[in-house]
C-alpha cells in the first residue's frame, strides 16, 4: 500500500487559519441572527432553538448570546432538542431528527 505523503507545516497551518476564519465568520452571521430586529423583542431562552435550528452547537450559542454552554444545553434539554439520547419526541435519537423543527 503507497504511503500518504505527510502532511506539510504550512497545510497545517493553512488548514487551522481558513478553519478559524470560518468559525469567525459563523459567529458574525449568528450575532446578526440573534441581533435583528425581529428577534430584538425575544429572550435569549427564545434565540437558543433558533441558533440550534441553523446548526450552531452550544458554545456557539452561548459565545453568540453571551452566556453559558450549561444555560444553553438546559434549554435545548428543557425543549427536547438534545444531540444525544432519547428526547421528548417518542424517544427518538435526536441525530435523527431535522433541526429545521426546533420551535420558534
Given at each position: 500500500?503507497?504511503?500518504?505523503?505527510?502532511?506539510s507545516?504550512?497545510?497545517?497551518?493553512?488548514?487551522?487559519?481558513?478553519?478559524?476564519s470560518?468559525?469567525?465568520?459563523?459567529?458574525?452571521?449568528?450575532?446578526?441572527?440573534?441581533?435583528?430586529?425581529?428577534m430584538?423583542?425575544?429572550?435569549?431562552?427564545?434565540k437558543?432553538?433558533?441558533?440550534w435550528?441553523?446548526g450552531?452547537d452550544?458554545?456557539?450559542?452561548?459565545?453568540?448570546?453571551?452566556?453559558?454552554a450549561?444555560?444553553?444545553?438546559?434549554?435545548?434539554?428543557?425543549?427536547?432538542?438534545?444531540?444525544?439520547?432519547?428526547?421528548k419526541?417518542?424517544?427518538?435519537?435526536?441525530?435523527?431528527?431535522?433541526?429545521?423543527?426546533?420551535?420558534?
Amino acid at each position: 500500500m503507497p504511503k500518504r505523503p505527510a502532511k506539510s507545516e504550512s497545510s497545517t497551518h493553512w488548514s487551522r487559519d481558513i478553519s478559524k476564519s470560518l468559525q469567525q465568520i459563523a459567529n458574525c452571521l449568528g450575532y446578526i441572527v440573534a441581533h435583528a430586529n425581529e428577534m430584538k423583542d425575544k429572550s435569549d431562552a427564545d434565540k437558543i432553538p433558533i441558533l440550534w435550528s441553523l446548526g450552531f452547537d452550544r458554545n456557539d450559542i452561548a459565545s453568540v448570546l453571551g452566556t453559558t454552554a450549561g444555560t444553553v444545553s438546559v434549554r435545548l434539554s428543557d425543549l427536547g432538542l438534545t444531540k444525544r439520547g432519547k428526547d421528548k419526541n417518542g424517544g427518538r435519537n435526536s441525530d435523527d431528527k431535522d433541526r429545521s423543527e426546533a420551535p420558534e
